[in-house]
């Protein structure tokens, strides 16, 4: 699992970075470290590099069940299912496992770290790529040290979430909670106290982002809406109630309306897509959610955060 998941991440990318004391945070997630001497911002991925790309240092964020499951695991068989063996390493937030592998790269031998690291809410993961060439420089236990100055935060600043969007929001009607859910595309408004992945669909809720492949012509909209609203996630039961064109904020749009039932709870709820249409087939793409009972006050709100929205 971990070494899927090291390429995996190396292929997904962020750009800057916000320095907070001591631990340096990636934008709008929630693991940090204190990087080793030599290692600047990555323009390519969240994260860490050198100058000559000898050594990288991914940070990312997963589900709350990834590290219970490798958790789990090791201690059902703490050798480990391969050649590879986990290590224990304690950092702040409680008991992390690591490992160490060699690779290859092309031809050029590398040596890769994983790390992944217990958050609460959520699982912290890290890897770091250190070529041959870097090795003297950047030995085991320079990257041990660096893994073990792994921290966590519970909260990301509101303001550094929505800095990170390609558009600006500037009225968020009160909602509680704000994440992104993809550092730099997309954000999440939730109702719901403490954990926002704890059925989130019980509150009214919104997903705000951008979509591409959108058709030019304004009479290809209206099938494009409803086959993207007949996309969201989690609805079951769904029944299509309107879906017609409109002006927000002066574009051309579209709205969609649907009743569902979602959650673990099976909550009855109303949900309504707003589509933005803009230029280079790309279009504004909000969902929100209500449990049926609370949508009059709810649709207010949200159309609220929408009329909110400017581009950058």
Do not use: C, H
């Not at 004391?21 to 470290?33: N, S, T, Y």
């Not at 890290?126 to 660096?146: C, F, G, L, R």
């Not at 600043?157 to 929001?169: C, D, N, R, S, Y």
């Amino acid at each position: 699992m971990i070494r899927f998941l090291f390429a995996a991440f190396f292929l997904a990318g962020s750009a800057t970075l916000v320095f907070a004391a001591d631990a340096v945070f990636p934008p709008g997630v929630r693991v940090g470290l204190t990087p080793a001497d030599g290692l600047a911002p990555s323009k390519s991925f969240s994260g860490f590099e050198t100058e000559n790309d000898g050594v990288k240092v991914l940070i990312a964020e997963l589900p709350a069940a990834a590290f219970a499951e490798v958790e789990t695991s090791l201690k059902a068989n703490p050798a480990g299912n391969g050649p590879v063996k986990p290590e224990v390493l304690q950092i702040g937030s409680g008991a992390a496992y690591y490992t160490v592998e060699s690779a290859k790269v092309g031809d050029e031998p590398v040596r890769r770290y994983s790390m992944i690291l217990p958050g609460g809410t959520f699982s912290g993961y890290i890897a770091v790529q250190v070529a041959q060439s870097a090795d003297a420089k950047y030995p085991a236990d320079t990257i041990k040290a660096m893994l073990a100055s792994a921290i966590v935060r519970q909260q990301v600043p509101v303001e550094e979430q929505l800095a990170m969007l390609p558009f600006k929001i500037s009225e968020l009607s009160n909602f509680k909670n704000v994440r992104t859910l993809a550092p730099g595309a997309a954000v999440l408004l939730g109702d719901t106290t403490g954990d926002l992945d704890a059925n989130f669909e019980a509150a009214p809720f919104m997903i705000i982002g951008t979509i591409g492949g959108v058709p030019e012509k304004a009479d290809d909209r209206s099938r494009f809406a409803q086959q993207a609203a007949a996309q969201i996630p989690g609805l079951r039961e769904a029944k299509l109630t309107s879906s017609e064109p409109l002006r927000i904020d002066g574009s051309p749009g579209f709205e969609t309306r649907i009743d569902a039932v979602s959650g673990k709870s099976n909550t009855p709820v109303t949900v309504v897509q707003w589509l933005r249409f803009g230029g280079n087939n790309a279009a504004l793409r909000i969902v929100a959610s209500a449990p049926r009972d609370q949508w009059s006050d709810a649709f207010t709100r949200f159309r609220a955060v929408r009329d909110g929205i400017e581009a950058k």
